[in-house]
Structure formats: structure tokens, C-alpha cells
């Protein structure tokens, strides 16, 4: 995955904060699984 576009994006307003995917963290999910993670987990603090 070619994150070059991502580094002229300032993250949150902060210059120079890096982005990067979830495999560069260790992570292996497709994206499907990450979606409904994110999903449950969402909902879970977003809930009233």
C-alpha cells in the first residue's frame, strides 16, 4: 500500500504526525474484519 499521498496531510492539525496502515502495526484482518470491529466498537460508546 502506497501511503506517499498521506504524508502532505497533516493528521489531527499536527505537522508532521506519521499515518500508517494496520499492516505496518502487526496487524492482519481484511477489511471486512476491521469494518466490523470498528462497527461493534462504536456503536459500544456511542450508545446512550
Given at each position: ?37 470498528l ?10
Amino acid at each position: 500500500m502506497d501511503l506517499e499521498p498521506y504524508s502532505r496531510i497533516n493528521p489531527c492539525g499536527y505537522n508532521g504526525l506519521r499515518t500508517v496502515d494496520l499492516s505496518t502495526i502487526g496487524i492482519t484482518a481484511d477489511w471486512n474484519e476491521a469494518a466490523d470491529v470498528l462497527s461493534h466498537k462504536l456503536a459500544t460508546y456511542l450508545t446512550p
